[in-house]
């Protein structure tokens, strides 16, 4: 299924809201050049039910918390974890 509103922001450029259930690779893209309009920027804001942080940059990461890992791993058919596996520490720089 997929879903979309329409933000226009200035004469040249359109902003759409696209939300896929299920995602091919380059669906939204093929999606819209099928229909003749050039896709020069896509933004991802959330993975499922999981939203992205503002700002996180292009090929960059943050770590989910113990929720978010649940909530993936129910996804997946997987046991839920009861504590992170993960443990960050954090070093002082003198």
Do not use: C, H
């Not at 039910?49 to 929720?67: H, S």
């Not at 046991?79 to 002082?92: L, N, W």
Request: net charge positive.
């Amino acid at each position: 299924m997929i879903a979309f509103g329409i933000k226009r922001l200035a004469p040249i450029n359109q902003w759409y809201n696209v939300t896929l259930t299920e995602g091919r690779n380059r669906e939204v893209r093929r999606l819209w050049e099928a229909v003749g309009v050039q896709v020069s920027r896509l933004i991802r804001v959330r993975y499922g039910d999981i939203p992205l942080p503002k700002g996180l940059p292009r090929g960059g990461w943050t770590e989910l918390d113990l929720a978010q890992t649940n909530y993936l791993r129910e996804l997946v058919e997987l046991p839920p974890e009861t504590s992170s596996k993960v443990a960050v520490e954090k070093t002082v720089v003198a």
